[in-house]
């Protein structure tokens, strides 16, 4: 298991060089890589034992890639790499989900937009999932239990009162379309809705201060057929303890028609009531 996650993170570090990420996190990825390759105890017992805090004591291995390990060790996959190899797949994390196979997955994904695992958790909770066919009070509960066990543990940071501002979201956003328009930036072949192979998703990897961003495109199914693959911007956001997701567009309809906004944040998107409207 080791040798499989040295590789893993190895491959992560070579895609973060090749698109153009900072070196500091590059090389912090291939000194992680070679301390979990030369260390003498499987980090899975490591994990089972200690947990996050074990998997920190590591040399070189600090709080995201411990993370990032410990995906490797529950889950099997990185959706980090997924995302950098150009292969992310909602609809596959979705199917991960007890008692949400394949099928069930796809029609959350294209007919309720649903894309990440938090978004699953609100709709079981805001009455959406009660009006699929398949999903009974049974079935629900089970779904609620294992996504707050799950992301229970992916939620690192017990505040989560504070939340990225819209207005470094918002800056990103522009950095990003700015820069796949200059078409400056390094491109991707993702695997879905390619049938060519062609390279045209843009990525970018930057940082506000400590946080650091993965940005793309959106390549979901919903997107192409709205026909918004070059509107909709996914921010990955990496700090404060977990990873976070936000997706950027252009406001279609009401007093921010025309804007970027954040979606499911758009009453922080509002522009400032002056003193004389008031």
């Avoid at 398949?134 to 779904?143: D, E, M």
Wanted: aromatic share 6%; glycine share 10%; proline share 5%.
């Amino acid at each position: 298991m080791n040798r499989e996650i040295a590789a893993r993170l190895e491959e992560a570090a070579w895609l973060l060089r090749d698109q153009g990420a900072d070196p500091y996190r590059v090389n912090a990825y291939l000194r992680a890589a070679a301390t979990v390759r030369r260390w003498p105890h499987s980090l899975d017992i490591v994990f089972r034992g200690r947990g996050l805090d074990g998997l920190e004591e590591l040399p070189g291995v600090g709080p995201g890639i411990a993370r990032a390990i410990r995906e490797l060790i529950t889950r099997g996959r990185l959706p980090m790499l997924d995302r950098l190899r150009g292969a992310a797949d909602s609809v596959a994390v979705l199917a991960t989900v007890p008692g949400i196979g394949q099928r069930l997955a796809l029609r959350l994904h294209d007919d309720l937009g649903i894309q990440t695992l938090e978004d699953l958790e609100a709709a079981a909770h805001d009455g959406r999932l009660e009006h699929v066919a398949g999903f009974g009070v049974k079935r629900l509960a089970g779904i609620r239990d294992s996504l707050a066990h799950r992301l229970g543990r992916l939620r690192a940071s017990p505040d989560r009162t504070g939340d990225v501002p819209i207005a470094e979201l918002l800056d990103v956003d522009r950095e990003y379309r700015t820069a796949a328009a200059a078409g400056t930036l390094r491109t991707i072949a993702p695997r879905r809705f390619n049938p060519t192979g062609e390279a045209w998703l843009p990525i970018l990897h930057t940082r506000r201060g400590p946080r650091r961003y993965t940005a793309l495109f959106s390549n979901t199914a919903r997107a192409h057929r709205a026909g918004k693959t070059r509107d909709w911007v996914v921010l990955y956001v990496d700090g404060a303890g977990a990873e976070r997701q936000y997706t950027v567009l252009t406001a279609a309809r009401g007093p921010l028609r025309g804007c970027r906004i954040v979606a499911g944040r758009e009453q922080e998107c509002q522009p400032p009531v002056s003193a004389t409207a008031a």
